[in-house]
């Protein structure tokens, strides 16, 4: 048996129960690398439960930066007996199974080609820690702290992490620093030289952060000037008006202490919605955060704002649909939902980020791009992104940048205006027209906002003539649209590629991970980020520009390429769909494998 | 329909504190049927802002769909409007009310509107305590769907169609009592007498304000046997009191015969007075309000008047602790926490 041997470069999954207090711990290990210098990429793979079901947490260590999802696992912390066997029966050739002992395996467990790393944990815990309620907890410590050894660390990371942790209750970490002296001291007398993966000090980390993306979100709306927020709990979402709570707690407060900001937990995302477009249309920078059901619902009043032309931000954190599918796993399946949400002829812009860096930036940038539009702007993020934690450089925020909020009239422009004013006049050919806040001016400038028909004056009309007009401008805005959003990242593979690949959000690090394998194979692949919807002539022109291409996305029906077709005009088997969507994050090996398989079957020269 | 109307004013119309005539309370002209009683009511808003010297563009109009949400273009012509979704009202009222404080908001439901399809936003907006006047135009039927019965409507009562309703009637003022609205009142559109009054009340109490005014629908809902018909409401009608709004700078001079009295001051310092035939109707307790609706419905009355006024609690802004300044009047200054605080921030994220 020949036993993986590698230094800062292996994946471990923890199989826990939820609700064991798995999490903390296994944050901890995460964390204590990212310390220690070297990239890493948590995924929380979890339940829809509060206590009792499998958990698992899987941590990619990567010197060389890779933050997407390998594919397959190295080593395994087992303490779940529900998933005991298939952990086991799923780690690779060459890895570690660590496992608690206390009880013996039973006669499944016969694999030649993997380590076993046996530790009597519930007896270690039962022996040594007195407070029995403490014992379920510090039994996840002890074994952070059997990693430790195993795995070469240095073991100050763990014990100045827990100290910082408690920093405000120095008291609770004794317990927790003595549970992995304890995993470690037992990993040293038992399993000397077992483990040939470590992690070793590095220097591939500077200034940067370990940040989820939600909490990014919600930065990014504090730093945007958003002030009224109405929302309704739903997963993944939840934690993006939570962080924006407490942010706007500790840096948005006036001289007495009260808030500069209005968040209210709605009754459903129809209201969560309504409010946001409430405070949108009287002018103060106001968002919503939600998931897919919460779309569904929230169709309603997007058909308004888009007709009515309110500046709402709206955040979609994604999960695996439809209904209430897989709430707390991730996908990227509401692009079509969103890009085309509500009934009549609507479309609304929408906003891809990769990471937590882009969260913050798009979710500020939204508010200026919803504002001089006058639209709904939708953040694609998804619960991968949103939930876990990744390593990124910190975001800068321009002190000298203004907040763009658009064609609005003030109470002295109204005043000096001799011309009649129109809420819907399009003066400037844009489609984008004039409007006026509740309250500014005695005699002028107030209107009748309405999600009727109206004419240029914002009166009702059901003039067949007036009703065009107004739709056709709001093609003409679209087209405007495209000058605003984020233009995509295009990277050329430096040799004569015939197919390209088309991915966006979090298929990111996956995919250029995997084109890397490719290229190393002999496969080059040009590649297009996508960032944001209306599409700029750009991806067209990237489209026309290859033979046939691959689109890459987390949903079964391949969304993003039917919106690409259906906007730009493709011939149908240009696009190749690779899809992934067991609810999972896309993995680099997945799609290289499904890239492979494709071009395998297709004539060598490149696209039939 | 025209945008427009003359701006031609009469000199000697009478002229409001803030130099203001009735006219410039006024909207466009109505496209309700001839007799409708929502009419009524638009014209009794434009009398209360109208007496009560409200800048008429410090106002935001807000209403859901049907008949009654068409409304506010009728009224209050220089106020900013919003005609949002059927059933919405209530959440975009409050998201506006959380962007600026300082407006006062008059919301317009109608009983399809409120009842069914908005009753989840309704009672959730009421046990906000948002500050807002919200008025429903209770007819008991859909009128532009043609006529079918409402979640009001009582039972047995059949309007045009002919088919007595069979469900049981939703009491909206009895509702809001119990979810802790801090103004309930009812009025009826033929009795401007009253409304007038009660709808001042509303605006000059902070917090939510119910006033549910029974409104018949001249075309399909003023039968012989329909229990929203002008001529029942006026057989029906019993009033807890004859109410009397006194704004804060008005000194008071109203006299009464007979009764007992009760007052109930604003935040504002302005006062309702009650003028009450039955001394133990008592508005600030809500046990009352709800034993005395259901009495007068068992003798087949329906009540009238302010039915519970509670002055101590705190509306949604001071619940959040938002504040003073309106939040859409805020600058990136004060929002914006700054280059140099992002990277304080990032500390908690190594």
């Given amino acids: 048996m020949k036993n993986l041997k590698r230094i800062n470069d292996f994946v471990i999954r923890f199989a826990n129960v939820n609700g064991s207090g798995s999490a903390s711990a296994n944050n901890l290990f995460a964390k204590a690398v990212f310390r220690l210098g070297v990239p890493v990429s948590p995924k929380n793979i979890f339940p829809s439960n509060i206590q009792g079901l499998p958990t698992w947490y899987e941590v990619r260590v990567s010197e060389q930066g890779y933050q997407g999802r390998r594919g397959g696992y190295d080593f395994i912390v087992a ?81 100045d992490s827990i100290a910082k942790q408690f920093s405000k209750k120095p008291k609770l970490a004794v317990p927790n620093i003595r549970a992995l002296e304890l995993g470690f001291k037992y990993a040293s007398d038992h399993f000397p030289g077992a483990c040939k993966l470590s992690v070793k000090r590095s220097n591939k980390l500077s200034t940067h952060i370990l940040m989820d993306g939600n909490s990014a979100t919600a930065l990014g709306a504090v730093y945007g000037g958003a002030t009224v927020a109405g929302w309704y709990p739903i997963t993944p979402s939840t934690s993006v008006i939570e962080a924006f709570d407490k942010f706007t707690r500790q840096h948005r407060l006036d001289e007495s202490g009260k808030r500069k900001a209005a968040i209210i937990q709605a009754e459903d995302e129809l209201a969560a919605l309504g409010i946001a477009v409430g405070g949108a249309w009287n002018g103060a920078r106001s968002f919503t955060a939600t998931s897919g059901p919460g779309i569904s619902l929230m169709n309603e009043l997007l058909g308004l704002a888009y007709f009515a032309e309110i500046p709402v931000v709206v955040v979609n954190v994604q999960r695996a649909g439809p209904s209430t599918g897989m709430p707390t ?159 995509p990242r295009i990277k050329r593979s430096g040799k004569p590629a015939t197919w390209g690949a088309i991915f966006f959000g979090t298929s990111t690090y996956a995919t250029y991970e995997a084109i890397e394998m490719l290229d190393k194979k002999g496969i080059a692949l040009d590649t297009m980020r996508l960032r944001g919807f209306p599409f700029q002539d750009e991806v067209l022109e990237f489209i026309d520009q290859h033979k046939k291409l691959f689109v890459i996305e987390q949903n079964r029906d391949g969304q993003m390429r039917t919106l690409l077709i259906n906007e730009l005009g493709i011939v149908l088997n240009k696009l190749v769909s690779v899809t992934h969507i067991d609810g999972t994050p896309i993995d680099a090996r997945y799609i290289s494998q499904s890239i492979e398989a494709v071009l395998a079957k297709t004539p060598k020269g490149g696209a039939a | 329909m025209n945008s427009k109307r003359p701006v031609f004013r009469h000199p000697d119309l009478p002229k409001n504190n803030l130099g203001y005539t009735r006219r410039d309370y006024e909207g466009l002209d109505s496209t309700l049927c001839a007799g409708c009683g929502h009419d009524s009511i638009s014209n009794s808003i434009i009398q209360a802002c109208f007496e009560l010297s409200i800048e008429p563009h410090r106002v935001a109009k807000l209403s859901g769909i049907g008949c009654s949400s068409k409304t506010p273009a009728y009224f209050l012509g220089r106020s900013h409007g919003f005609n949002s979704v059927h059933g919405r009202m209530p959440s975009v009222a409050t998201g506006a009310n959380m962007a600026n404080k300082d407006l006062l908001y008059i919301g317009v439901s109608g009983d399809g509107d409120t009842a069914s399809i908005g009753m989840g936003q309704f009672v959730h907006v009421a046990r906000r305590n948002l500050n807002m006047v919200y008025i429903v135009m209770n007819n008991g039927c859909y009128g532009l769907t043609k006529g079918q019965d409402s979640a009001t409507a009582d039972k047995g009562s059949s309007s045009r169609k002919g088919q007595p309703n069979p469900f049981e009637a939703i009491d909206l003022c009895e509702m809001a009592v119990q979810l802790g609205a801090s103004f309930v009142a009812r009025g009826f559109s033929g009795d401007k007498e009253q409304l007038v009054p009660l709808l001042k009340a509303a605006i000059g109490h902070k917090g939510f304000a119910l006033v549910d005014v029974i409104s018949p629908c001249v075309t399909f809902n003023n039968t012989q046997t329909s229990t929203k018909s002008y001529h029942w409401i006026r057989d029906h009608m019993e009033a807890t009191a004859t109410v009397d709004f006194i ?83 805020l600058t990136k200054k004060e929002l914006c926490p700054g280059n140099q605080t992002l990277q304080k921030i990032f500390e908690n994220y190594r």
């Avoid at chain 1, 039962?126 to 907890?137: A, D, G, Q, S």
């Avoid at chain 2, 007075?273 to 068992?298: G, P």
């Avoid at chain 2, 009355?301 to 300044?325: P, Y």
Wanted: charged share 30%; with cysteine; glycine share 6%.
């Fill in chain 1, 329 to 487: 796993r991730t996908q990227q399946s509401d692009t079509l939902a969103c890009a085309y949400a509500s009934h009549g002829d609507t479309k609304h812009v929408l906003l891809f980020p990769c990471d937590p860096k882009e969260c913050f930036e798009m979710a500020g940038d939204s508010f200026d791009i919803a504002e001089t539009l006058q639209t709904p702007v939708i953040l694609m993020s998804d619960l991968d992104l949103g939930m876990n934690d990744h390593v990124c450089l910190p975001m800068e925020w321009d002190d000298k940048r203004n907040y763009r909020r658009g064609k609005v009239l003030d109470k002295d422009q109204l005043e000096s205006m001799t011309e009649d004013w129109g809420r819907y006049l399009d003066r400037d050919g844009d489609g984008i027209c004039y409007r006026t806040y509740p309250g500014t001016h005695p005699e002028k400038g107030a209107y009748f906002t309405r999600g009727s028909s109206h004419d240029e004056y914002a009166v009702y009309t059901e003039d067949t003539d007036a009703y065009k007009r107004c739709m056709e401008r709001l093609s003409r805005k679209w087209v405007t649209a495209r000058t605003l959003v984020p233009a």
């Fill in chain 2, 247 to 329: 704004p804060q700078q008005k000194e008071i001079t109203a006299q009464y015969e007979q009764g007992a009295t009760q007052s109930v001051s604003l935040h504002d310092g302005s006062a309702i007075h009650l003028h009450k035939s039955d001394n133990s109707f008592d508005v600030t307790k809500k046990r009352v309000a709800v034993n005395a609706l259901e009495h007068h419905r068992e003798k087949g009355q329906i009540l009238t008047g302010i039915l519970h006024v509670n002055e101590t609690l705190k509306d949604t802004h001071d619940i959040l602790e938002t504040t003073d300044k309106p939040l859409n009047t």
């Fill in chain 1, 79 to 159: 303490v779940n007996g529900q998933t005991l066997e298939k952990d086991y029966d799923d780690l690779l050739p060459g890895g570690y199974f660590f496992y608690d002992s206390t009880r013996a395996l039973s006669g499944h467990y016969k694999r030649k080609d993997i380590t076993l790393l046996g530790m009597p944990l519930t007896d270690i815990c039962n022996r040594e820690i007195e407070n029995p309620k403490l014992r379920p907890l510090l039994k996840n410590i002890i074994y952070v702290g059997a990693l430790a050894h195993l795995l070469d660390m240095d073991f100050s990371v763990l014990t």
